[in-house]
């Protein structure tokens, strides 16, 4: 149907980032037990997209990898892998391990890789990947942990304080539910539910985004889910910013436009367009030289990297004082050609005397 919403990755990678540590202890309590929290925790996104960039994977999944610390008293930490698989794929577990192999070539440490399952298939729960050649063998397992699983709880779910319950609910509904008006009031059930429970502002209004996302209406049941809730908050005297007040700002931004249209014209609209031509074209043109600039920068940068590796702070610091592109490009060739780090140094010194 038109109204259903399949990309169900985007809103559970971000749910994770918001709620990772209740994350963790809902699906995960053993891992989360062993956990020392008040040491915090680190999203390793940038440095996981360069691990699993494959161009024959073809679509983005939504991994995370999270550096966590355990309660071991020393510094040791652990790089948790997590899964968030949506969907049919024949080489699921074989593409857990290479990530795993991946992570632990590149820092060395121990990798707990972790798969939650949201799609619907019941028969469907991998969790090892095998293989053996003439006594060679490999077994990889790693923890699942099946949504559908939870739909024989749901009222467990309903008393559960910890924000993922709801998650789960409104990703279990999103699957179960075909009918648009039966969706349209589970999806008030579910928000009115957040306010029932007496969750702060902040997490209603990120899991409002997450229920709304996910339980997509058709357009004229959306509006009557907008005016019901409209009500519901009224009573409420809870008046927070939701998809009731999207429509409004749409309606709001429209008759203003209107307005201001007829104003501008009266008062001198001729005028102002001239003025914000000019100016805009200027603010324009100023942050496209700061672009090019930056640009300029990394890609320096970024050939010394490839070149030497790690590079040493106050080169990269030097690099980024510079003020003139063609100096930059000059660098660059630089870069490429230079035989160490101390002759490039020697070059930007220069380079940068001239410049100044």
């Not at 980032?17 to 891992?31: D, N, R, T």
């Amino acid at each position: 149907m038109d109204y259903q919403n399949n990309d169900f990755d985007s809103p559970w990678k971000e749910a994770i980032e918001l709620y990772f540590e209740s994350f963790m202890a809902f699906f995960f309590p053993a891992i989360h037990s062993q956990t020392d929290w008040f040491m915090g925790y680190e999203f390793l996104n940038k440095e996981l997209e360069k691990i699993v960039r494959d161009a024959a994977l073809g679509r983005r999944y939504a991994d995370q990898l999270v550096k966590v610390f355990l309660k071991d008293g020393a510094e040791k930490w652990l790089l948790i892998h997590i899964e968030i698989q949506g969907y049919a794929e024949k080489t699921f577990a074989k593409r857990m391990y290479i990530y795993n192999y991946r992570i632990f070539d590149r820092y060395d440490a121990d990798v707990v890789s972790l798969a939650v399952l949201t799609d619907d298939r019941a028969s469907s729960c991998p969790n090892v990947y095998e293989r053996s050649n003439f006594g060679c063998e490999l077994t990889f397992r790693f923890p699942v942990v099946k949504i559908s699983s939870f739909s024989q709880d749901w009222k467990g779910l309903e008393k559960s304080q910890n924000p993922f319950s709801k998650v789960v609910m409104a990703h279990l509904k999103a699957i179960e539910t075909k009918d648009g008006r039966e969706r349209k009031n589970w999806k008030f059930q579910l928000v009115r539910l957040l306010y029932e429970q007496n969750f702060s502002r902040q997490d209603i209004l990120e899991l409002f985004r997450f229920i709304d996302w996910l339980l997509v209406l058709p357009e004229e049941l959306e509006a009557e889910f907008m005016q019901d809730f409209s009500h519901f908050e009224e009573e409420r005297k809870m008046r927070y910013v939701t998809s009731v007040e999207r429509m409004g700002i749409k309606k709001g931004l429209q008759q203003g436009l209107q307005q201001g249209i007829q104003q501008g014209l009266q008062q001198g609209l001729q005028q102002g367009i001239q003025q914000g031509l000019q100016q805009g074209i200027q603010e324009g043109i100023q942050a496209g030289i700061r672009q090019r600039l930056q640009e300029a920068r990394e890609s320096v940068i970024e050939v010394l990297e490839i070149r030497f590796g790690v590079i040493p702070e106050d080169i990269a610091r030097l690099v980024n004082t510079v003020e003139v592109t063609e100096t930059l490009r000059s660098l660059r060739r630089q870069a490429m050609l230079c035989k160490d780090l101390d002759t490039f140094r020697e070059m930007l010194d220069r380079a940068r005397g001239k410049g100044d």
